[in-house]
């Protein structure tokens, strides 16, 4: 079971810059987990956040899918559960070092690296660019 979308809830929710009250807390919890910076304090945080959100696997077939698990009875309920799980999976298969903060200095939104060497730096191409351009244009202003 690949829980690496449950993991970009976890993404998406440290991003939202006004989440429902009821997911504020947990969007800094999550936030603190991306801003952890070493692998012993990201693990700390997530089995915490594990004990705090447990998750209840429920076995369901819906939309023609066929059987399948979802991490809650209702995800859309009690999306906790699948992002901290899914950030833990995704810790535990591919390290801590796959959770990132975009480099651009005016953005600074998390994101989960999947690139195959391990080199993302920015949350989009857009940000990617602005930076790159910035750059490019700050060396030829101090040439």
Do not use: I, K
């Amino acid at each position: 079971m690949d829980l690496t979308s449950y993991a970009e809830w976890a993404v998406r929710l440290v991003n939202d810059p006004d989440p429902s009250p009821a997911l504020r807390e947990l969007r800094d919890q999550l936030a603190a987990v991306f801003d952890a910076g070493d692998e012993a304090t990201v693990a700390a945080l997530l089995n915490v956040l594990l004990v705090l959100h447990p998750v209840r696997p429920q076995l369901t077939a819906h939309d023609g899918r066929g059987w399948h698990l979802h991490l809650a009875e209702d995800p859309t309920q009690n999306p906790a559960a699948g992002a901290v799980m899914g950030l833990a999976a995704v810790v535990a298969e591919h390290g801590a070092e796959r959770l990132g903060r975009c480099h651009d200095p005016r953005c600074g939104r998390a994101f989960l690296d999947t690139s195959s060497n391990r080199s993302r730096r920015y949350c989009s191409s857009r940000c990617a660019s602005r930076a790159n351009v910035a750059a490019h244009r700050a060396r030829r202003r101090g040439q």
